[in-house]
Structures are given as structure tokens and as C-alpha cells.
């Protein structure tokens, strides 16, 4: 299996709905812009938000089985995607891209 790296490419934070329709919270996200993970055997990453890697796993397990070229031609890279995360107030973008074996 190829190792996969996830990297944290954009975040936003839409204050407007945050403001109209989420209850107070004292923590919310951990990822910081740069960050990378590695997945190894498709497996979540140590310390990898849930819901984020619950909106990824498909596609990283996929790519670390060789497979790629999703949506047929969508990422100019064929052994990468671009996946958010599924928070609707502060959505985290990341690029997932199969390591080259050595």
C-alpha cells in the first residue's frame, strides 16, 4: 500500500452563521494551515480529527490502493483529491495525495 499525505490547504470560518445558528462552544478545530499527516495503510492518522478524516477516508484508502483518477479526470494530479471537511461553519480543505513508492 502507498502511504497518503494530507495536508491542511484552506480554512474558513463563516462568523455570520456561526453567529445565526450554533450554540457557544469553547473548543472547535486543531488543524492549522500547512499541516500534514501521513496515513499509512489507509488508517486515520494519529491525533486526525474524526470528522474530517469520516469526509476523507474513502478517497484515502482508494489512493493508498493504488487507485486514483476519481470523478474521471477531476484533479489534474490522477492520484489526488481535494476534500473538505464537513463543518459548515469553519470548513477545512485538505489535498491528499499518494506518496510515490520508493
Not at 68 to 93: E, H, L, Q, T
Amino acid at each position: 500500500m502507498k502511504k497518503v499525505r494530507i495536508t491542511v490547504m484552506k480554512m474558513a470560518e463563516y462568523q455570520d452563521l456561526i453567529e445565526k445558528y450554533e450554540n457557544p462552544i469553547e473548543h472547535t478545530c486543531d488543524m492549522k494551515l500547512g499541516h500534514t499527516f501521513l496515513s499509512e495503510n489507509g488508517e486515520k492518522p494519529e491525533n486526525f480529527c474524526n470528522s474530517a478524516w469520516e469526509s476523507m477516508a474513502y478517497f484515502v484508502k482508494e489512493l493508498a490502493n493504488g487507485h486514483g483518477n476519481f470523478y474521471d479526470g477531476w484533479m489534474k494530479n490522477k492520484n489526488s483529491a481535494m476534500i473538505s471537511c464537513n463543518d459548515g461553519f469553519r470548513p477545512v480543505s485538505f489535498l491528499i495525495e499518494a506518496e510515490e513508492e520508493l
